[in-house]
């Protein structure tokens, strides 16, 4: 199983960007699939989620920002990120909870800076 997260960057305020997940040896559509985060100094924090039906969940600090989705054809879950936030700041991973396995991708950076 391989989770390769891509599109993170340096943005100012305001600003979005998108993050892709790239998933192989598991199917995005049949596992309930999250996005979390982890700040400098900070634990790991959830940040959004979308279960196997579709339904999307969201932290509070990010609800009405971030939007979560997946193409299922491409294998590929996604995070829109709009109105970023300099606490935006964290190297974003993206998670595939498979029971019993659970699975991380190695991360992308998200740098939010005026």
């Known amino acids: 199983v391989q989770l390769v997260e891509s599109g993170g960057g340096l943005v100012h305020p305001g600003e979005s960007l998108r993050l892709s997940c790239v998933a192989s040896?598991?199917?995005?559509?049949?596992?309930?699939m999250y996005w979390y985060r982890q700040a400098p100094g900070k634990g790991r924090e959830y940040v959004a989620e979308?279960?196997?039906?579709?339904?999307?969940h969201y932290a509070d600090s990010v609800k009405g920002r971030f939007t979560i989705s997946r193409d299922n054809a491409q294998n590929t879950l996604y995070l829109q990120m709009d109105n970023l936030q300099p606490e935006d700041t964290a190297v974003y991973y993206c998670n595939a909870d498979d029971q019993p396995a659970d699975y991380w991708g190695q991360g992308t950076q998200v740098t939010v800076s005026s």
């Open positions: 040896g598991i199917d995005v559509s049949t596992s309930w």
């Open positions: 979308i279960t196997t039906a579709g339904s999307p």
